[in-house]
T-cell receptor
């Protein structure tokens, strides 16, 4: 069974600096999707970025980018120029593309604190 | 688009009472998911539907929980009778097709006293 591990329960960064959140996963599959979701204090789960495993190029969305290392089964999120609004819980998630299984396998989350 | 709509946003009830949570997915989406989030267990998938049909309810904790999707624009999650350990935030999410991301509603914070 697939698992997702976020080893950092909490991270803090100075405003305007760069922070990297780690995520590793375990799977025997070759094709899948990986996601980073953000959950601010408002509780709304918001998709930050998505990566298809068959794509070698790392996904980027403005200040957010990923470092996808397929062989190492690592999917870290880099946030550049951190802003106060980035403060939230960040969840890494995995989804298989097999057997019409649309479940997301979630990590435990990392709480990101932005220091002004 | 209004996004996924959930109601109520907050629900406080007493043990033994019936609780009904409601969800309206994004128009045109064909998958609907119910999640529960607690500090202890994180985010858990309870059940999901495809074209109004329940596909996998293996995450439903026990028979006190039931979910329905009578049409493409409405789903309910019912807990009867409710217990204090059901206190959590319940999220509804929807997606279009099997390869697209899930869009989450704002959640319902349930407190069972």
């Amino acid at each position: 069974a697939q698992t997702v591990t976020q080893s950092q329960p909490e991270m803090s960064v100075q405003e305007a600096e760069t922070v990297t959140l780690s995520c590793t996963y375990d799977t025997s599959e070759s094709d899948y999707y990986l996601f980073w979701y953000k959950q601010p204090p408002s509780r709304q789960m918001i998709l930050v970025i998505r990566q298809e495993a068959y794509k070698q190029q790392n996904a980027t969305e403005n200040r957010f980018s990923v470092n996808f290392q397929k062989a190492a089964k690592s999917f870290s999120l880099k946030i550049s120029d951190s802003q106060l609004g980035d403060a939230a819980m960040y969840f890494c998630a995995y989804r298989t593309l097999l057997n019409s299984n649309y479940q997301l396998i979630w990590g435990a989350g990392t709480k990101l604190i932005i220091k002004p | 688009d209004a996004g996924v709509i959930q109601s109520p946003r907050h629900e406080v009830t007493e043990m033994g009472q019936e609780v009904t949570l409601r969800c309206k997915p994004i128009s045109g989406h064909d998958y609907l998911f119910w999640y529960r989030q607690t500090m202890m267990r994180g985010l858990e998938l309870l059940i999901y539907f495809n074209n109004n049909v329940p596909i996998d309810d293996s995450g439903m904790p026990e028979d006190r929980f039931s979910a329905k999707m009578p049409n493409a624009s409405f789903s309910t999650l019912k807990i009867q009778p409710s217990e204090p350990r059901d206190s959590a935030v319940y999220f509804c999410a929807s997606s279009l097709g099997q390869y697209n991301e899930q869009f989450f509603g704002p959640g319902t914070r349930l407190t069972v006293l």
